[in-house]
C-alpha cells in the first residue's frame, strides 16, 4: 500500500568535527526541522508552506525544492510533490540548516516512491540543493542526516559514505551564539596552503578518531579531537570561542571546536552528565556577553531523518 503523504524530522547536524574537515560529520537528535511532503496530481514541486523563517517558497530558488526536483527529473513519476516546511534550524548556524532542508525532502519523496533510492542515492540529490546554499557541492552534513550517527565521506565523485560505530556513551552540547557566518566567508578566511607538519597532524588525528569510534576508546577520541587546519582560522570569526573551549574541555568534555562553518561550537563528552556540566560551562561564558545565544544537549542520532 502506497502512501500519499509523510511527515517526518530532519534533525540538524555536526559537520568537519575538529579533525575530518568537509568529510566528517555526525547526527543530533534534539533539534531538527519537521516536514510534511504529499503526492499531488500537477507533476512538480511545489513548497505551500515555510514557518519558522523567512525562507523562499519559490522550489527552484529553495535547497528543499531543488534537491526534490533532481529527484524527480531522474524518477519521472507521473505525479508531482507538495512540501510544507517547518523551519526550526536557524539558518546560517552552523548545524546544517540547509542541509536538514535538502535530505528532508529527498528522502520523503524517496518513501512515498516505494523507496527506489538507497540512502546514497538519497545524499547525491540532496546535494544538488545544498551546493545551492553553499555554492559547492558537499555531503558532510547531508550524509549523518541520511545515513545517521557518524559518517565520513570518502569521496563526492563519485559519491562513497561510510557509515562509522557510534560508541554509545557520546553526547554532544552545542551552543549557538545569535550571529550570522555565512558558509562563504569562513571558506573564504581559510589559506589556499598549509604546512605538510600540520597536514600530517591532521590526518594522524583523523585515522585515530575513526579508529577510536570502532573501539569506543574515549581517550582516545579525546587526544584525536584536534583541529591543526581550520579552527585557527576561522576561530576568529566567533567571539568568545576560545573561552567556550577552555570551559567546555575544563568541565569534562572530550574535545571542542567549531560546528560547521560556526558560529555553533560543539564539544562531545562521555555520558549525558558531563554534557550537561559542559552545557552549564558554555553557557556561563555566554551569559557574561550580550550575545543572545541557546544551547542543546543530544545524544548522537544514530537513525537519522525518521517518519514522525
Not at 523567512?54 to 508531482?80: E, Q
Request: a neutral charge.
Amino acid at each position: 500500500m502506497n502512501k500519499n503523504e509523510i511527515k517526518i524530522f530532519s534533525p540538524a547536524t555536526v559537520a568537519n568535527v575538529s579533525c575530518g574537515y568537509d568529510v566528517l560529520g555526525f547526527c543530533l537528535d534534539t533539534i531538527g526541522d519537521e516536514m510534511v511532503v504529499r503526492k499531488t496530481d500537477r507533476k512538480g514541486i511545489y513548497i505551500t508552506k515555510i514557518e519558522g523563517y523567512d525562507l523562499p517558497l519559490d522550489a527552484t530558488k529553495n535547497v528543499a525544492g531543488v534537491s526534490a526536483l533532481a529527484m524527480i527529473a531522474d524518477a519521472k513519476p507521473n505525479f508531482g510533490f507538495e512540501i510544507e516546511i517547518y523551519k526550526n534550524i536557524k539558518p546560517g548556524s552552523g548545524i546544517g540548516s540547509s542541509s536538514a532542508s535538502a535530505s528532508g525532502s529527498v528522502f520523503a519523496i524517496n518513501e512515498l516512491l516505494g523507496r527506489p533510492y538507497n540512502k546514497t542515492q538519497v545524499t547525491d540529490f540532496a546535494m544538488k540543493g545544498e551546493a545551492l546554499a553553499s555554492g559547492s557541492e558537499h555531503a558532510d552534513n547531508l550524509a549523518p542526516g541520511i545515513f545517521g550517527g557518524f559518517t565520513l565521506v570518502r569521496s563526492t565523485s563519485p559519491l562513497e559514505v561510510l557509515q562509522l560505530p557510534t560508541p554509545k556513551d557520546v553526547y554532544a552540547t552545542i551552543i549557538h551564539p545569535q550571529i550570522e557566518i555565512k558558509t562563504s566567508d569562513a571558506r573564504a578566511i581559510l589559506p589556499k596552503t598549509f604546512p605538510l607538519k600540520d597536514a600530517i597532524t591532521q590526518w594522524a588525528n583523523l585515522g585515530s578518531f575513526v579508529h577510536a569510534l570502532h573501539t569506543s576508546d574515549y581517550e582516545l577520541l579525546k587526544r584525536s579531537l584536534q583541529d591543526v587546519i581550520v579552527e585557527p582560522h576561522r576561530s576568529q570569526l566567533i567571539p568568545h570561542f576560545a573561552e567556550v573551549k577552555l570551559a567546555a574541555l575544563a568541565h569534562g568534555a572530550l574535545g571542542a571546536s567549531i560546528s560547521g562553518a560556526g558560529p555553533s561550537i560543539f564539544a562531545l563528552s562521555k555520558g549525558i552528565e558531563n554534557a550537561k556540566n559542559v552545557e552549564k560551562a558554555m553557557r556561563n561564558v555566554y551569559s557574561k556577553t550580550s550575545i543572545a545565544f541557546e544551547t542543546y544537549v543530544s545524544k548522537i542520532n544514530t537513525e537519522g531523518i525518521r517518519e514522525i
